[in-house]
């Protein structure tokens, strides 16, 4: 009896041990004897994987200290950054290194590491070639080396690693899959991911991926699928498939493909991706997936028509799909009644097609859908004025539709509506003033911009949900501007009628305000102490007003602001000390005002970060502060009509970014715009430049431009050498001033110069001969000077008109009448005219004629063209907003390549 009870006791206690177990501690130092400690204590990791992981570390690159609590005094590796144990042995089994910009060499002490089930060295810098000894670690289930830059084949050995249920390979720069049978040993896969990486050669890989029984996600982004010769073995009647989601975009698949598409589809597909390929339509089989749920078909780029698309969808697919993208997919004809068959259809994007027609009503009748993205086609507005009041819709974007000219009330209908977008959709109306209280506390996003819409605004205070955008530029809006709520991230009001104080922008106090663009109206008064509220404001633009009055001292509190715009107003004054707290600025134009004083010696010494600095038409004086040279990004340095004297600074050669060719990648300024249909939008820097002659205002390629302008000064003192070095400069000018001595000899070495105005200054002696080498140089105004010699000869310094070389008493050559000491008559040929000899043109004359020829056939054709769009405002506004992103790299590039046509013509 005794013995039973003995018996039952240590059964008793071995069952209290094993479920304590996780709380004793063994620990085994360098092969030492298991001992026993505290059970709070955990178990820590074994001293020859520590080993192992500090040899691991030894060959990396680590720039940002990730790897920096690995180190051999910190005795337990299980608690190292990015190192997972197993709780009961002390083993590494997890190894996540990704986002760690990491570099160097992947050292094969991991070997060592056998009980290794997870290695994620996504995103880091690893390059040369992918280590095949990766395959040895057989424990493996999840292995992410994407986002690298390896190159080279992917190691088959990677067959062996049998227990893999998630392989990351995608984007990992110039990989390939000579022979994909490797992948048929994976038969736990689940999730395959190879985008960009080359399959060209993989002959049968629909065959090895349909044996992976288990995978459920596969993404073959950019594998180059289409040149595949024989991308299955044979075809297959049914599909036995497991995946879920699947991608195949980019790859410039025609609709071939579909033969080898069906044995990776199946009813439990829910994801589909095919954007970016040339398909021109779908089969029938894929309205037969009854469980997709969201299908991709952007960009691709045959023609393929709407109503035929949406009746081959129209299966059981047209029951579950939930989430629709086509924008810019060649779409063709009506919009077409089907589309009342897809009841569960949530998104629906079809921007950017050729759609024509109204809208069918039937859209807006699916008792799901919320969002409707239908922008940059010709549709019209439905025919009814009245939709269904039960719609769900929540995002509606018709922007460069054509559902005017009358305002569409049948918008006010939905009642639901969180985002609306109408802008440049050919409106020429007033608004309703109910339409502005239709949506209480709901609206978070409003466009009515780039349309003809004629009324005032009443108070929108209760009528905009949190962080909400309100942009109604370039319309005829009139009157005050309206009290709007504090909860404002965008104000655009540009371009418009308003008058009136700007007082109501201390009502908007203790918001998310971030972009504030109020210019182009006819606003008085003067700008409100009350900035230092807007502490997240990163654009200001009050430019083309009436403003006047000082800078209040609270503009300095905007120490987020990358861009403050007030040209051409009336404010005058000192510029407050504060403004140099602004370290944030990118452009600082304070152009066309009356602001007085010296310029500020702080604007180099504290705003680094500027790329364009305005300060032209104003009363500054004194001398161009040194400090200014230090503003190593500067692109725009213009301070020309100003009172400034004493003599240009030799310094500015240290303008790196005029000297090499480094262009901006944050001149422009991303708005979030906060919903699924458009997530961000894009605000340009705009500048008024002196160009040519003209004032001219550049946008979008204002980046393109590096520009110094000092004209109409009182500027003394000859042109520092050290000018010349600014080899990525494109306009100089230097006009109007009191400058004197020669033309810096090297001036040739300035060979990106589009325009050089050296006019109405004190410069004597000769024109540099090698200036006849700037074929580039497009503008050149050397006029009232006291320049003397020949003019040299190129058929560039001749194209010019006379004008650009008067007021030089001592000049002579063409293009001027007057004749160089020795010259004869005959030995001076006409400009354009016939050649000798034979009575044909020279071919000089010849190219010469075919620019000219050319130019005019191209104004010819640009007047046609604009005639148009003159006498029709939607087509003008359609015009613009398509050609606006690179009008002025057009004009950049047209005269940059005619130039170097031209000075090849002389080579």
């Known amino acids: 009896m005794n013995h039973c009870v003995y018996l039952i006791f240590l059964l008793l206690l071995f069952f209290i041990v094993a479920k304590t177990g996780s709380q004793l501690v063994v620990v085994g130092e360098g092969g030492g004897d298991d001992t026993y400690n505290d059970v709070n204590m955990k178990i820590k990791c074994l001293d020859k994987e520590r080993l192992v992981l500090l040899l691991f570390k030894a060959p990396l690159q680590d720039p940002y200290g990730h790897l920096s609590t690995w180190i051999a005094d910190k005795h337990d590796c299980c608690e190292w950054k990015g190192v997972m144990c197993d709780e009961q042995t002390g083993h590494v089994t997890e190894l996540d290194m990704s986002f760690y910009s990491l570099g160097g060499e992947i050292s094969h002490s991991l070997l060592n590491l056998t009980y290794l089930n997870l290695l994620d060295l996504s995103y880091n810098s690893f390059n040369g070639t992918i280590p095949n000894f990766i395959g040895s670690l057989t424990e493996l289930r999840k292995l992410d080396l994407s986002h690298n830059s390896f190159f080279g084949t992917i190691p088959p050995e990677f067959g062996n690693l049998t227990n893999l249920q998630v392989l990351r390979l995608g984007n990992v720069e110039r990989c390939r899959v000579e022979k994909v049978e490797w992948l048929s040993h994976l038969s736990h896969l689940e999730e395959l991911d190879m985008d960009g990486i080359s399959l060209a050669k993989a002959d049968h890989w629909v065959d090895v991926i349909s044996s992976l029984q288990k995978l459920s996600v596969l993404s073959l982004e950019g594998c180059e699928l289409s040149q595949v010769m024989n991308p299955y073995s044979s075809f297959l009647n049914s599909s036995s498939s497991s995946i879920v989601k699947l991608y195949l975009n980019d790859n410039n698949l025609n609709s071939s493909m579909y033969r080898w598409l069906f044995p990776l589809t199946s009813n439990s597909i829910e994801i589909l991706d095919l954007t970016s390929n040339m398909l021109d339509g779908i089969p029938k089989y894929l309205g037969n997936l009854c469980n997709l749920k969201t299908f991709y078909f952007d960009n691709n780029s045959a023609v393929v028509k709407f109503p035929d698309f949406l009746h081959n969808l129209s299966g059981c697919t047209s029951l579950s799909i939930q989430r629709f993208y086509a924008t810019r997919s060649q779409f063709t004809g009506p919009f077409s009644d089907e589309i009342q068959n897809f009841s569960s259809l949530i998104w629906l994007y079809l921007s950017d097609n050729h759609l024509n027609g109204s809208i069918s009503e039937k859209l807006w009748e699916l008792p799901s859908l919320e969002t409707v993205i239908v922008s940059f086609n010709n549709v019209t507005a439905p025919s009814s004025s009245h939709l269904s009041s039960l719609s769900s819709i929540q995002s509606i974007d018709l922007r460069s539709s054509n559902i005017g000219p009358l305002f569409p009330k049948w918008i006010q209908t939905l009642k639901n509506l969180t985002r609306l977008d109408l802008s440049n959709s050919g409106i020429s109306d007033t608004i309703p003033l109910e339409f502005w209280d239709m949506w209480p506390s709901r609206l978070g996003y409003l466009n009515l911009s780039s349309n003809n819409i004629s009324t ?205 060719q480094v262009f901006s990648e944050d001149v422009t300024y991303t708005r979030i715009l906060g919903t699924e249909a458009v997530v961000a939008d894009t605000y340009i820097v705009h500048a008024m430049i002196e160009w040519q002659g003209d004032e001219r205002e550049f946008s979008t390629t204002l980046k393109l431009v590096k520009s110094i302008d000092l004209s109409s000064n009182n500027l003394t003192g000859q042109i520092p050498y050290q000018i010349t070095n600014l080899h990525d400069l494109v306009s100089l000018s230097l006009s109007n001033n009191n400058l004197f001595g020669e033309i810096p000899q090297k001036i040739d070495k300035m060979e990106k110069l589009l325009t050089l105005d050296l006019s109405r200054n004190n410069f004597s002696g000769g024109i540099p001969p090698d200036m006849s080498q700037m074929s580039l140089l497009n503008y050149l105004d050397l006029s009232y000077n006291n320049l003397s010699g020949r003019i040299p000869t190129s058929t560039q310094l001749q194209s010019f008109p006379p004008s650009r070389y008067s007021g030089n008493a001592h000049l002579c050559g063409p293009p001027l009448t007057k004749k160089c000491p020795g010259d004869e008559e005959s030995e001076v040929p006409p400009l354009i005219g016939k050649g000798e000899g034979d009575g044909e043109d020279t071919d000089d004359e010849v190219e010469r004629w075919f620019y000219i020829g050319g130019g005019m056939g191209f104004a010819t054709g640009f007047w046609i063209a604009c005639g148009s769009l003159l006498l029709n405002r939607r087509w003008r506004h359609a015009f613009f907003h398509f050609f606006d992103s690179f009008k002025d790299w057009v004009y950049v590039k047209v005269v940059v390549l005619v130039s170097s046509l031209r000075r090849g013509g002389q080579m």
Not at 470 to 487: R, T
């Open 456 to 660: 005032k605004v009443p108070d929108l205070l209760s009528n905009f949900a949190n962080t909400s955008v309100i942009d109604l530029s370039f319309n005829n809006f009139y009157g005050s501007i309206p009290n709007v709520p504090s909860i404002l991230s965008t104000l655009d009001l540009s371009r418009n009628k308003f008058s009136g104080g700007i007082s109501f922008i201390c009502q908007i106090v203790g918001g998310p305000l971030s972009f504030l663009d109020l210019s182009h109206n006819s606003l008085t008064g003067q700008l409100p102490d009350c900035l230092w509220h807007f502490e997240h404001l990163e654009v200001l633009n009050l430019g083309h007003n009436n403003l006047f009055g000082r800078l209040p001292p609270s503009i300095g509190s905007l120490v987020e602001l990358k861009m403050l715009y007030l040209y051409k107003n009336n404010f005058s004054g000192e510029l407050p000390l504060s403004l140099k707290n602004c370290t944030s600025l990118i452009s600082l134009n304070l152009g066309a005002n009356k602001f007085s004083g010296n310029v500020p010696v702080w604007i180099g010494e504290n705003l680094s970060g500027l790329y364009f600095l305005i300060l032209r038409s104003n009363n500054f004086f004194g001398t161009i502060p040194l400090q200014s040279c230090q503003l190593a990004n500067l692109q725009i340095l213009d301070l020309s009509m100003n009172n400034l004297q004493g003599t240009i600074p030799s310094c500015l050669s240290n303008l790196t970014s005029m000297v090499q």
